[in-house]
T-cell receptor
Framework: GAVVSQHPSRVICKSGTSVKIECRSLDFQATTMFWYRQFPKQSLMLMATSNEGSKATYEQGVEKDKFLINHASLTLSTLTVTSAHPEDSSFYIC????????????FGQGTRLTVV | AQSVTQPDIHITVSEGASLELRCNYSYGATPYLFWYVQSPGQGLQLLLKYFSGDTLVQGIKGFEAEFKRSQSSFNLRKPSVHWSDAAEYFCAVGSPDSNYQLIWGAGTKLIIKP
């Protein structure tokens, strides 16, 4: 299957700083990328959907000024957690779709963010 | 309301025993159904999916699932589990009419007894 690489796999940052997470589709062009957040022992929560070259669509309740998403190319999307706080600590997962459909998406390995 | 229910938060089975993980859904449209596996600290890997056709779907790693429309279920099965199958399993439902949303179950943690 297609490969989606997410980096870093783990990051620890200080409260108030910003953290950037990268999501790359390695062997296909991703028309659409999805960003999820997973709380401990819970399922995935879709945060936003991004299409290459356009602004991301955020789900209700997700602060777009806090979670900045950039999808500048067909193989790269980034999620920047700005002014991170301990409550932002979580597992963030991206997925990428070659055809724009979530039903065809492939997942990255996830990023464990810890804000101290 | 659209929802996916995985009734078992965790299941413990002995290595070599058979496995069935339950998934029930409530969905207004024709569903696309998925099972994903997540190993500790890892992303999600697609085990199998059902879009249409044969209601018994074969996936990777020896898993299969059966779509039963009358029961709104899509249970995952494996005839003989291996210790490496220990992970979290998620059922998800999507729609051919919606490009951007999957409805996720809460997951079932599979524990393998030696």
């Amino acid at each position: 299957g297609a490969v989606v690489s997410q980096h870093p796999s783990r990051v620890i940052c200080k409260s108030g700083t910003s953290v950037k997470i990268e999501c790359r589709s390695l062997d296909f062009q991703a028309t659409t990328m999805f960003w999820y957040r997973q709380f401990p022992k819970q399922s995935l929560m879709l945060m936003a959907t991004s299409n290459e070259g356009s602004k991301a669509t955020y789900e209700q309740g997700v602060e777009k000024d806090k979670f900045l998403i950039n999808h500048a190319s067909l193989t790269l999307s980034t999620l920047t957690v700005t002014s991170a706080h301990p409550e932002d600590s979580s597992f963030y997962i991206c997925s990428a779709s070659p055809g724009g459909r979530v039903t065809e998406a492939f997942f990255g390995q996830g990023t464990r963010l810890t804000v101290v | 309301a659209q929802s996916v229910t995985q009734p078992d938060i965790h299941i413990t089975v002995s290595e070599g025993a058979s496995l069935e993980l339950r998934c029930n859904y409530s969905y207004g449209a024709t569903p696309y159904l998925f099972w994903y596996v997540q190993s500790p600290g890892q992303g999600l890997q697609l085990l199998l999916k059902y879009f249409s056709g044969d209601t018994l779907v074969q996936g990777i790693k020896g898993f299969e699932a059966e779509f039963k429309r009358s029961q709104s279920s899509f249970n995952l099965r494996k005839p003989s589990v291996h210790w490496s199958d220990a992970a979290e399993y998620f059922c998800a439902v999507g729609s051919p009419d919606s490009n951007y949303q999957l409805i996720w179950g809460a997951g079932t943690k599979l524990i393998i007894k030696p």
